[in-house]
């Protein structure tokens, strides 16, 4: 089991910043995948973020070159920096972590809302 846990959402206006948290409930090394999605209203699930196997990271299209990951070993954190922040950026940021044993283990935190004015 991996429990997560998101901070940092909140209302900011167009060109702004924030910084998402995600703590994981043990040690991220354990845990094969894991990043961040995102939900707008009315619109399916989609990729923000996220880490694979090793370091290597995966960024949706329309965050690219605004967005970054990084990940605090130590911590079991995972952060999301998001720069030049856009109305359309708008949505429930949920945390994700996937686990491969014999089975493939997904796991979602409650997420947390960013709200982006113009």
């Known amino acids: 089991q991996v429990q997560l846990v998101e901070s940092g959402g909140g209302l900011v206006q167009a060109g702004g910043s924030l910084r998402l948290s995600c703590a994981a409930s043990?040690?991220?090394?354990?845990?094969?995948?894991m990043g961040w999605y995102r939900q707008a209203p009315g619109k399916e699930r989609e990729l923000v973020a996220v880490f694979t196997s090793g370091s290597t990271t995966n960024y949706g299209d329309s965050v690219k070159g605004r967005f970054t990951i990084s990940r605090d070993n130590a911590k079991n954190t995972v952060y999301l920096q998001m720069n030049s922040l856009k109305p359309e950026d708008t949505a429930v940021y949920y945390c994700?972590?996937?686990?491969?044993?014999?089975?493939?283990?997904?796991?979602w935190g409650k997420g947390t809302l960013v709200t982006v004015s113009s």
């Open positions: 994700n972590a996937r686990v491969v044993t014999t089975l493939l283990q997904e796991y």
């Open positions: 043990r040690s991220i090394y354990s845990i094969n995948a």
